[in-house]
């Protein structure tokens, strides 16, 4: 199943929705429904506060997608490419083509995020205040001031020092610049993650045991977060440093079967994949340029009826820029790629020809033996 669902694009950039934002728009529309707006303004209608609660659950999700959106354009001015925004329960993440540059251009990005989200909670208040001042609406009024105010709460939460927070980030950035080690100061940012969702756990743990709260549940979801998060970029950020020095000539399956694009799907499997080992092919146009990858388990979501008169070149991914390599380049940016089709994580090109792959197995491999070489040394 589809995990995320496109909305649109914004200054070019995909945006997307986890499934999970359907919950937190449910939460804040019933917590504003039930709870904040009825104790600001009782005895209005019940339909009046749940119109109200569901325009300013979307506000909030917009606000979600403003704050992703300033990473975005700030990490596009300091040279880095962004290939998605995507929204989910928790907030939402800017996945960047590569690692910054530069402690400065680390910092920079990191702060754009809670900057934004400080503005909007800003407008949103002031636009609360300008409301009840001018007599309208004071359930509106009321709504605009919450989401000011949640918004000025998400900014503080997200510079607390941990990742994945961006106050995690501005936290590797300042160890970056001090110890001049990216490797290192990811790993304190990391452990500065776990720790702070264990504190959070700890404070959670507290208020469902002592005040016999159940908010204190939401806190421990948050933490445990937090943890399995921090502890995945630590992860993230060993393997980086395993590949550090290595090419993507020496991680590559050299000279894989390639998939004619001219060729039917049921063509393919028969003459190529059914005696191959690879589970993702590249495909090619007549001139041998690279036109696409095909991936097995793709393949078998086909139709049998279908195979004989789809083409290759039909059912093929596209290969973005970001997905083709050299041999020379390096090859740790291509741990921090989402694999397409789920196999590839890049196509290795020579003078416009496919001379090599490089899939996920070659990257767990790679990082298997490279992995013991380090220990042993």
Known sequence: MKQSVRLGRVAGIPVEAHWSV???LVIIAELAAVSVLPAAFPHEPVVLYWAVA?????LFLASLAGHELAHAVVARHNGVGVKSITLWMLGGVAELETDPPNPGADLRIALAGPAMSLTIGGILYGA???????????VVAAAATWLGVMNSMLAV????????????????????????DRERAERGAARGGQVLGAVII?????????????????LML????????????????????????????DVMTPHPDLAPGWSTVEEFIERVAAGSRQDAFPVVGFDGALTGVVVASRLARIAAGDRARLRLDQVSLTVPSGYRAAPDDPASPLLSRRPLGGEVAAVVLSDGQVTGMVTLSDLRQALRWRGLARTRA
């Open 222 to 249: 948050i933490g445990w977060f937090l943890i399995s998060a921090a502890a995945a970029e630590e992860k993230a950020a060993a393997a980086k440093a395993t590949l550090a020095g290595v090419r993507v000539a």
């Open 22 to 24: 359907a919950v937190i």
């Open 157 to 180: 939460f997200n510079l607390l020092p941990g990742a994945p927070l961006d106050g995690g980030r501005v936290l590797r950035a300042v160890l970056w610049r001090r110890y001049g």
């Open 54 to 58: 569901a325009v300013a659950a979307v």
């Open 128 to 138: 609360g205040a300008g409301i009840s001042a001018a007599g309208g609406p004071g």
């Open 202 to 218: 700890s404070l959670g743990t507290a208020e469902l045991l002592v005040m016999r709260s159940l908010g204190g549940l939401w």
